[in-house]
C-alpha cells in the first residue's frame, strides 16, 4: 500500500498569513494514464471531509484560489494564502493512483 | 446539489451483522462509482472499498476483505456496504462518497458504528 506521509502534524497561523503542508507519499503517484491523483481535502470541525484539490493542482468546484497545491511524483504541497477563520479544521492529502486509496493522517490548522 | 445521505448505523455486539445504505440526490447516481470511507473515533480517514457506477469493479481495503459488502441498486439511487463478523476496530464513522477522477468529490454526512458488547 501507499504510505502517504504528512507534516507538520498541526500549526498555528494568524488571520491573513500564510502556511504550507506538506504531503510526501511512498511511491510515486503517476499513474500509467500519466496523471498524479494526489488530492486535498478539508475537514472543518463536526464535518464531514470537502474536496479542495485534486490532480495535485486543480481546485476543486467553488474552492477559493487561496488555496494552491503543488508537486509531483512523491513530494506535494498544499499552500493556504491571506488564511480566514473558517480555514480551520484538518487537511488530509490522499492517493487515488492505486487501490487501496490512501490518505495522510491530517494536519490540525488552528488559527491564532 | 449532490447530496449523501446515509443511514442503518448504530450499536452492534462483536460477530453481528449490519448494512449501511447511503441514498444519493442531485446527480445521475448510474453514472458514478462510490466509495465507503470511515474514520474511527478522533483518528483519520481510512477508505473502506470502491464499487463501479456498473457494479463491474469492486475493491475493498484489506482490513475488511471477505467480511465486508458494497453493492449498489441504480434503480433505487442506493449504495449500501453489508458488515459481518464485525469487530470493536470497525467503530467508526462510515461516510459514503462519490467517486470523481480517482478521488472523493462529495460525501454524506456520516453514520456511525459501535461494535461493542
Known amino acids: 500500500d501507499v504510505v502517504m506521509t504528512q507534516t507538520p502534524v498541526s500549526l498555528s497561523v494568524s488571520l491573513g498569513g500564510q502556511v504550507s503542508i506538506s504531503c510526501r507519499s511512498s511511491q510515486s503517484l503517476v499513474h500509467n494514464n500519466g496523471n498524479t491523483y494526489l488530492s486535498w481535502y478539508l475537514q472543518k470541525p463536526g464535518q464531514s471531509p470537502q474536496l479542495l484539490i485534486y490532480k495535485v493542482s486543480n481546485r476543486f468546484s467553488g474552492i477559493s484560489d487561496r488555496f494552491s497545491g503543488s508537486g509531483s511524483g512523491t513530494d506535494f504541497t498544499l499552500k493556504i494564502s491571506r488564511v480566514e477563520p473558517d480555514d480551520l479544521g484538518v487537511y488530509y492529502c490522499?492517493?487515488?493512483?492505486?487501490?487501496?486509496?490512501?490518505f495522510g493522517s491530517g494536519t490540525k490548522l488552528e488559527i491564532k | 446539489e449532490v447530496q449523501l445521505v446515509e443511514s442503518g448505523g448504530g450499536l452492534v455486539q462483536p460477530g453481528r451483522s449490519l448494512k449501511l445504505s447511503c441514498v444519493a440526490s442531485?446527480?445521475?447516481?448510474?453514472?458514478?462509482?462510490m466509495n465507503w470511507i470511515r474514520q474511527a473515533p478522533g483518528k483519520g480517514l481510512e477508505w473502506v472499498a470502491y464499487i463501479s457506477s456498473g457494479s463491474s469493479y469492486i475493491y475493498y481495503a484489506e482490513t475488511v476483505k471477505g467480511r465486508f459488502t458494497i453493492s449498489r441498486d441504480n434503480a433505487k439511487n442506493t449504495l449500501y456496504l453489508q458488515m459481518t463478523s464485525l469487530r470493536s476496530e470497525d467503530t467508526a464513522l462510515y461516510y459514503c462518497?462519490?467517486?470523481?477522477?480517482?478521488?472523493?468529490?462529495?460525501w454524506g454526512q456520516g453514520a456511525s458504528v459501535t461494535v461493542s458488547s
Open positions: 462518497a462519490r467517486h470523481g477522477e480517482r478521488v472523493m468529490d462529495a
Open positions: 442531485g446527480f445521475t447516481f448510474s453514472n458514478y462509482g
Open positions: 490522499g492517493q487515488g493512483t492505486q487501490y487501496p486509496f490512501t
